[in-house]
């Protein structure tokens, strides 16, 4: 039997056949799909697997547009919600990612250094980057990493951007009005501070003699320091009984300090820099997790909309199924009643008697079958082997037919057996009795 042309699955998608393999296996691929390599199309054991509801031997005639523009509107939703999965599933990466550094940032200051969880509840733990671990020690920047950053999650955040005083003074004020400085933290955590650090260095380089500083090459002037500017050499102390490594530094200070403050102010603007960047993108993930909810709704939508589809179908197979195995209940009770017409019809007719000497041995509807019950009874009487040949003597005045058999070369002998046709009445004939 050859594979149908077109085949409908439970799924509601609707399969045609494309192509046939060396061994006669009939390949399909859905409808609506143009083209397709023939390594990624199913089988009809496949499609069975998930369901065959319907199959032709013929495309069936198209009657408009639809049908076909329903179906690939489905297909391009199908495609579109792939690719949103796949991003999906990228952002819960990125999530997990970076849940695991808020975790970091806001743990226990004792707790584990990978994990941060405590160690009297820790016992065997995994995690991204670290895997399955136990309790390891936090260092001590970690300790104050995260005093300070849970010090800082425990601050009123608002919708509103910090006011400069709150930026440049995090943890408040004093009634004196200087910066306070929590337990634990350091004063480089509170800008002001570090402003005024730095604005004190500043200002002792800017007021020390500018140039470069050196020792006097004169032998009058020994252990001297000297600088030039505009052109003139100017004295800056003389340092007596200094080790040579401390000179150096006395003599590089000028330079250095200068040096540092311009990649401090550079440092600083690029951070400033950063953190506009970062709030960028964290409104921008904020966008992004939007959408991923919409497209998550989205998808929800659509699939509960296919799972209606799909139990409407169910529905109407059950449906199908009932009518079908209805015509087949209906179909057999026909047979069962044209049967039984048959017969009754063939009882109203004429049998035919089977007997050997007059013993009568059977009555049946076909003369066949009463030949064939002589002729049985015959052959058992003979030994096995012998080669026997019937034949049948009719009587054409009276239809009796008489059995008579030829055993190898003898000659043809009667055997007693004779089939008789017998009329059989449908009704009782009173005036057949008298």
């Known amino acids: 039997m050859s594979a149908p042309l077109v085949v409908n699955t439970k799924d509601g998608a609707c399969w045609t056949r494309r192509s046939v393999t060396e061994g006669g296996i009939a390949l399909y691929a859905l409808a609506g799909v143009c083209s397709c390599p023939e390594f990624v199309m199913a089988t ?40 949103e999965l796949s991003e999906v599933r990228f952002d819960a990466a990125r999530a997990r990612r970076e849940r695991d550094v808020i975790r970091e940032r806001v743990s226990e200051p004792f707790g584990c250094a990978y994990c941060g969880v405590v160690k009297r509840s820790h016992g065997r733990r995994y995690i991204t980057g670290a895997g399955m671990h136990g309790w390891t020690r936090p260092s001590d920047e970690q300790v104050k990493d995260r005093m300070l950053a849970r010090r800082a999650a425990r601050m009123p955040v608002g919708s509103e951007p910090q006011s400069d005083d709150r930026a440049k003074a995090p943890w408040g004020r004093g009634k004196d009005g200087r910066p306070l400085l929590p337990m634990g933290a350091h004063w480089t955590d509170v800008p002001e501070l570090v402003d ?38 100017r004295t800056v102390g003389r340092f007596a ?12 200070a000028h330079s250095d300090l200068r040096w540092c403050l311009d990649v401090i102010a550079k440092l600083r603007a690029r951070v400033t820099e950063l953190e506009t960047e970062l709030a960028k993108v964290l409104c921008r993930h904020a966008e992004d997790a939007s959408a991923i909810a919409r497209l998550v709704q989205e998808r929800n939508a659509f699939r509960d909309q296919r799972n209606n589809v799909f139990a409407t179908n169910e529905e109407l197979r ?36 089977a007997s050997h000497d007059s013993i009568v041995m059977g009555l049946y509807t076909t003369a066949a079958e009463a030949r064939k019950h002589c ?37 043809e002998s009667t055997t007693g057996y004779v089939v008789e046709v017998l009329e059989v009445a449908s009704e009782y004939d009173a005036e057949a009795d008298e």
């Open 44 to 83: 009809l054991d496949e499609l069975a697997s998930r369901g065959i509801v319907g199959s032709a031997d013929a495309l069936p005639m198209p009657v408009g547009p639809e049908p076909r523009s329903e179906v690939e509107r489905l297909a391009k939703q199908v495609v579109v919600l792939q690719d």
């Open 196 to 233: 005024q650090h730095l604005a004190g260095i500043q200002a002792r380089v800017d007021q020390a003699q500018p140039g470069s500083w050196f020792v006097s090459p004169t032998d009058s002037a020994p252990d001297t320091v000297c600088t030039q500017y505009d052109g003139y050499t």
């Open 318 to 353: 059950a449906k199908f199924e009932a009518q079908m195995s209805r015509a087949d209940t209906l179909d057999r009770l026909l047979r069962t009643a044209q049967d039984r017409v048959a017969e009754l019809e063939a009882a109203q007719g004429t049998v035919h008697r």
């Open 241 to 252: 009984n200094v080790l040579s490594a401390d000179l150096d530094l006395v003599l590089h």
């Open 375 to 411: 002729e049985t009874e015959e052959r058992r009487s003979w030994p096995t082997g012998t080669t026997l040949a019937f034949d049948w003597i009719e009587d054409e005045d009276d239809g009796v037919a008489e059995l008579v058999v030829t055993a190898g070369q003898n000659e």
